[in-house]
C-alpha cells in the first residue's frame, strides 16, 4: 500500500486547497469591510495597484480627453480654476 500522504494526493488536492484559504479569505475581508476596518481599505489599494489593467492604453487616453473638455470648458467660462465661481462681494 502506498503512502496516503504521496505527492499525487497532494498534486490533486492543490487546486481545491487554494479556492479554499482564498474563499476564507474573502469571508474574512468582507466582514472587515462592512465593519469599515482599514485592512480591508488597504487590502483592497494593495490588489489594485499591483493587479495589471489590460486596458491602460484606453484609460489614459479617456483621462487626457476629458482634462481636455475640462480645460475648454474652463477657458469658455473666463478662465477660473474649479468648477464653482466665487461671488463677487458687493460693497
Do not use: C, H
Not at 466582514?31 to 489593467?53: E, H, L, T
Request: hydrophobic share 55%; net charge positive.
Amino acid at each position: 500500500m502506498k503512502n496516503i500522504l504521496s505527492y499525487d494526493l497532494y498534486l490533486a488536492l492543490a487546486p481545491w486547497l487554494v479556492f479554499a484559504v482564498l474563499s476564507i479569505l474573502a469571508i474574512i475581508l468582507m466582514k472587515f469591510a462592512k465593519k469599515r476596518r482599514g485592512i480591508a481599505i488597504a487590502f483592497a489599494v494593495f490588489v489594485q495597484m499591483f493587479s495589471p489593467d489590460p486596458l491602460v492604453e484606453k484609460t489614459i487616453a479617456m483621462v487626457v480627453s476629458e482634462k481636455r473638455a475640462i480645460k475648454k470648458q474652463q477657458a469658455e467660462d473666463g478662465g477660473e480654476k474649479g468648477l464653482i465661481k466665487k461671488r463677487v462681494k458687493k460693497d
